[in-house]
């Protein structure tokens, strides 16, 4: 989920945790046509004045033969303040803070169903992140209906946060209709490079010197666990795993393995900053 403006550093943060930082690599036409009719449990339920409050973490790890593992994290919270609840526009003032990183504040907007969001300039790009505040039907489809156990199949048609382009299979693992609740859960496949994918790393052997090697990588595999209620994300997990080979004229050719992981969840109201 991107939260707020660019940082200063936007390479940096974008291999660390795209839901703050995706690149906008070009801007979009935005439908304004009605948004679809989904189920209740997928379909934003908002009040003008609410606060909607998140923790989120991501590791993206690298195990390679022969070196120490090259680990990365970030974590932070984020309250969002629902300014309008226009299904198509959305508004929202965010407050975020990546702990060691930065913190901020920034207005944005929600639009075709849960497709694209837009920054306080009004520029507006397609919602590539692996998880979010909403429901997103580029990551999950357009189910008509809900059942336990009910399967689809989502053809994903361009990289993504933890992902690259791909087959993804959903299915139904629980619908509370009292509650206006449902978990799914996501597993795919596919290959090629992730949005902000960084394929250039550091490795560090047993003498403490740092070699930076190029990445070249396998087929990736995610599955992932999501609870929505009333469209909104209540619990999110995802992890995705790759071969890799690492190379360099220092260290050759290496194979290793590549996983990341996101947990989002909501929690009670609290200011980010």
Same mark, same amino acid.
């Given at each position: 989920m991107d939260f707020g403006p660019?940082?200063? %550093? +936007? /390479? !940096? *943060?974008? $291999? &660390?945790f795209q839901m703050r930082t995706r690149s906008v690599l070009t801007a979009i036409a935005v439908s304004t046509a #009605?948004?679809?009719?989904?189920?209740p449990s997928l379909t934003p339920h908002l009040s003008i004045g609410d606060t909607?409050? @998140? @923790? &989120?973490? !991501? #590791?993206?790890s690298f195990k390679i033969d022969g070196y120490a593992d $090259? =680990? !990365?994290r970030i974590s932070g #919270?984020? +309250? &969002?303040? @629902? *300014?309008d609840t226009m299904p198509n526009h959305l508004r929202f003032d965010n407050r975020y803070r990546f702990d060691g990183l930065l913190e901020g504040r920034e207005p944005i907007e929600i639009r075709d169903g849960g497709r694209?969001?837009? %920054? /306080?300039?009004?520029?507006c790009a397609r919602i590539t992140d692996a998880t979010g505040l909403l429901f997103n039907p580029l990551q999950w489809g357009e189910p008509d209906a809900l059942r336990d156990g009910a399967k689809w199949t989502v053809r994903i048609t361009e990289p993504w946060e933890l992902g690259p382009a791909g087959i993804e299979r959903v299915t139904v693992l629980h619908v509370d209709p009292t509650s206006n609740t449902v978990t799914l859960e996501r597993e795919g496949q596919g290959d090629g490079a992730y949005?902000? %994918?960084r394929l250039q790393i550091p490795l560090q052997g047993r003498d403490s010197v740092s070699i930076p090697v190029t990445v070249i990588p396998g087929r990736s595999h995610w599955i992932g666990h999501t609870t929505f209620q009333r469209g909104r =994300?209540? +619990? %999110?997990?995802? *992890? =995705?795993e790759r071969p890799v080979v690492v190379t360099s004229d220092k260290v050759g050719r290496i194979s290793g393995i590549e996983r990341q992981y996101i947990v989002f969840d909501a929690m009670s109201t609290l200011h980010a900053n």
């Open positions: 660019r940082a200063p %550093d +936007s /390479s !940096r *943060l974008s $291999y &660390f #009605t948004a679809p009719t989904r189920p909607l409050s @998140v @923790v &989120f973490a !991501r #590791t993206i $090259y =680990v !990365r #919270t984020a +309250s &969002f303040l @629902v *300014l694209s969001q837009c %920054d /306080s300039a009004g520029t949005a902000g %994918d =994300v209540i +619990s %999110d997990e995802i *992890l =995705v």
